[in-house]
């Protein structure tokens, strides 16, 4: 089955997907709030989430993301977590960065794994071919480096009007990033490619 449709696209126009704010939050009943979060979790052990998965509790259109606290929230809504720091240069435009990676959903449950599809995946940096959220969060990683990206919907794949409301889910991603590489433009004849090394 390829899954690789929710984190690789193409950006087909210039819609920005900015998404107006999750509803009011009103306030709500804490113990309500614990029964909700323990409830997610057992959700997630059922799913066989990994350790410290950030946990999302929803009430109508708001939804809370609760985390341990070593991870980092962004002011672009981006929230992550650095398993292991690598060593060397962050990617650049241009580059290629070649990646393992496994996508869960809110529930814990594994949606996608370069790891058992046998191979990494291979994209070049500044192309708009990631999901803008995974671009983003790759962006300042080194490579041999593993984090845990918490992509929110307004930085996640666009989604069409009709589903709006119920599409709009954060995707959790578990990354390595293996290598970084320099591409050149190379043309023999009439034939053009990009070859990256
Ligand atoms: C996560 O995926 C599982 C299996 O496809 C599905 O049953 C579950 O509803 C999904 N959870 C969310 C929050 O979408």
């Known amino acids: 089955m390829k899954r690789r449709s929710l984190l690789f696209f193409l950006i087909t126009s210039d819609i920005s997907p900015a998404f107006p704010a999750f509803g009011k939050t009103k306030s709500k009943n804490p113990y309500d709030e614990r029964?909700?979060?323990?409830?997610?979790?057992?959700?997630?052990?059922?799913?066989?989430?990994?350790?410290?998965?950030?946990?999302?509790?929803?009430?109508?259109?708001?939804?809370?993301?609760v985390t341990p606290d070593n991870y980092e929230k962004r002011d672009s809504g981006l929230i992550l977590r650095d398993f292991y720091v690598g060593e060397g240069d962050f990617p650049k435009d241009g580059q290629q960065v070649t990646f393992?990676?496994?996508?869960?959903?809110?529930?814990?449950?594994?949606?996608?794994?370069?790891?058992?599809?046998?191979?990494?995946?291979?994209?070049?940096?500044?192309t708009k071919a990631l999901v803008p959220g995974?671009?983003?969060?790759?962006?300042?990683?080194?490579?041999?480096?593993?984090?845990?990206?918490?992509?929110?919907?307004?930085?996640?794949?666009?989604?069409?009007?009709?589903?709006?409301?119920?599409s709009k889910q954060f995707e959790v991603f578990d990354v390595e990033l293996l290598d970084v590489q320099d591409c050149k433009r190379r043309t023999i004849g009439f034939y053009s490619d990009v070859v990256c090394n």
């Open 100 to 126: 393992h990676y496994i996508g869960y959903n809110e529930s814990g449950r594994r949606i996608d794994s370069t790891y058992i599809q046998g191979s990494p995946a291979k994209i070049r940096m500044g």
């Open 35 to 65: 029964r909700l979060l323990e409830q997610n979790k057992r959700i997630q052990r059922e799913n066989n989430a990994p350790e410290e998965f950030p946990s999302f509790i929803r009430e109508g259109f708001t939804v809370k993301v």
């Open 134 to 166: 995974f671009e983003e969060g790759i962006r300042d990683m080194r490579p041999g480096g593993k984090r845990r990206i918490i992509i929110p919907p307004e930085l996640g794949p666009p989604v069409g009007p009709s589903t709006f409301f119920s």
